[in-house]
């Protein structure tokens, strides 16, 4: 089955940095890679999402980018803020999976003030 | 508003108990998600249901079962809790059978004694 590994497990920033976090998957028939940001005390929610037929989407100030090859994304948040602060997970999913998604182990990201 | 509820958002329960867990949705989606979230482990896929009464297992089934008589509501049963059960667990629903957005509830925190 799919595996997908995130990193880092932490990521510290000042704010007005920018934030990068990155993941591996394994199967090569993954075509659907949805990033989740949970905030405290709440479930995860999708903040972006890409398909494996695009390199790469932007809104407003977060971005994700696809190399397929390497079979690995990535997501940057610019102009970080405190309220970005929250726990980021990446996840792949596709064939005839039934939505079914597989998680990456999560990002704790801090964006001090 | 979308939403995923789900029963309780802390429960505390004996070994050897049986333990319910519902969700329900009220977005007449067919795919719905139970997920347990452990630091360091990201979320796990326990079980899932793509229609009524059809369930599949995902990647944790062991010591779980669910139960899925209507569409909007999905159980996730603990027959005899154990300790290393204890957990957030996580319920999500979502529409397509591929590659579409998963709302989350707000989780349930469970502490088995």
């Known amino acids: 089955g799919e595996n997908v590994e995130q990193h880092p497990s932490t990521l510290s920033v000042q704010e007005g940095d920018s934030a990068v976090i990155k993941c591996t998957y394994s199967?090569?028939?993954?075509?659907?890679f949805p990033w989740y940001k949970q905030e405290l005390g709440k479930g995860p929610q999708l903040i972006i999402d890409?398909?494996?037929?695009?390199g790469e989407k932007k809104d407003q100030r977060i971005a994700v980018t696809l190399n397929k090859t390497a079979k690995h994304f990535s997501l940057h948040i610019t102009e970080t803020q405190p309220e970005d602060s929250a726990v980021y997970f990446c996840?792949?999913?596709?064939?005839?999976?039934?939505?079914?998604?597989?998680f990456g182990q999560g990002t704790i990201l801090t964006v001090h003030p | 508003d979308v939403k995923v509820t789900q029963s309780s958002r802390y429960l505390v329960k004996r070994t050897g108990e049986k333990v319910f867990l519902e969700c329900v949705q009220d977005?007449?989606?067919?795919?719905m998600f139970w997920y347990r979230q452990d630091p360091g482990l990201g979320l796990r896929l326990i079980y899932f249901?793509?229609?009524?009464?059809?369930?599949e297992k995902g990647d944790i089934p062991e010591g779980y079962s669910v139960s899925r008589e209507k569409k909007e509501r999905f159980s996730l049963i603990l027959e005899s809790a154990s300790t290393n059960q204890t957990s957030m667990y996580l319920c999500?629903?979502?529409?397509?059978?591929?590659?579409?957005?998963?709302?989350f509830g707000p989780g349930t925190r469970l502490t088995v004694l």
């Open positions: 999500a629903s979502s529409k397509f059978p591929e590659g579409d957005e998963q709302f």
């Open positions: 199967d090569s028939a993954s075509n659907y």
């Open positions: 890409i398909r494996s037929n695009v």
């Open positions: 996840a792949a999913a596709g064939g005839t999976s039934y939505g079914k998604l597989t």
């Open positions: 977005m007449d989606h067919e795919n």
């Open positions: 249901s793509y229609d009524v009464k059809m369930k």
